[in-house]
């Protein structure tokens, strides 16, 4: 059974940085591409950054490039998104999602979501 | 960027009526090599996190129940709920993965009239 578990989440300031983690298992985590999307309070869903399955492409949302990195450790199944300079407007439940494949298509998984607030 | 709009932003439905909603791209999202619209439609219900429905525009993910349809090509897509149910009241995103960055619709409410 597939599954995926963020942590990380939680309040920080303005300009701060968090660092949030997604457990998978289940799979072949190295053979599928993973995904963050996030959804801000009363929003929609947003794509924010994905990376393909060997780790060695990376792709970001222009609202967090600069700002956001993610990367993989594929020996120990985790998806990890670094984000610094954060902002009110980066306030979302962020979801890590497992790709349909090693390249960048559908999510077919999703975590439960870890819920970062940004708030003086 | 491709933009994803969505139509209607809400829609009440009676239960057992049929439920249509539109997705339109700026730009086809139909890859020619392979003939398939990278298209797909995820369903987000409070508390639960996104569910995809169909993917490749028109493909039906093992497990979601033949009610939901997904139909259109190019630039234009619909996704079908041919007899609303009380457990299929949710917000539904259509989401481009032709090319990055990924995007999706604003999003369409639907309810039980």
């Known amino acids: 059974e597939v599954q995926l578990l963020e942590s990380g989440g939680g309040l920080v300031q303005p300009g701060g940085s968090l660092r949030l983690s997604c457990a998978a298992s289940?799979?072949?985590?190295?053979?599928?591409?993973m995904s963050w999307v996030r959804q801000a309070p009363g929003k929609g869903l947003e794509w924010v950054s994905a990376i393909s399955g060997g780790g060695e492409s990376t792709y970001y949302a222009d609202s967090v490039k600069g700002r956001f990195t993610v990367s993989r450790d594929n020996s120990k199944n985790t998806l990890s998104l670094q984000m610094n300079s954060l902002r009110a407007e980066d306030t979302a439940m962020y979801y890590c999602?497992?790709?349909?494949?090693?390249?960048?298509?559908?999510?077919?998984?999703w975590g439960q979501g870890t819920q970062v607030t940004v708030s003086s | 960027d491709i933009v994803m709009t969505q139509s209607p932003d809400s829609l009440a439905v009676s239960l057992g009526e049929r439920a249509t909603i539109n997705c339109k791209s700026s730009q086809s999202v139909l890859y020619s090599s392979n003939n398939k619209n990278y298209l797909a439609w995820y369903q987000l219900k409070p508390g639960q996190p996104p569910k995809v429905l169909i993917y490749w525009a028109s493909t039906r993910e093992s497990g979601v129940p033949d009610r939901f349809s997904g139909s259109g090509s190019g630039t234009d897509f619909t996704l079908t709920i041919s007899s609303l149910q009380a457990e299929d009241v949710a917000v539904y995103f259509c989401q481009q993965f032709y090319s990055t960055p990924l995007t999706f619709g604003g999003g369409t409410k639907v309810e039980i009239k």
């Open positions: 289940g799979f072949s985590f190295s053979s599928y591409a």
């Open positions: 999602a497992k790709d349909y494949s090693t390249g960048l298509y559908y999510s077919d998984y």
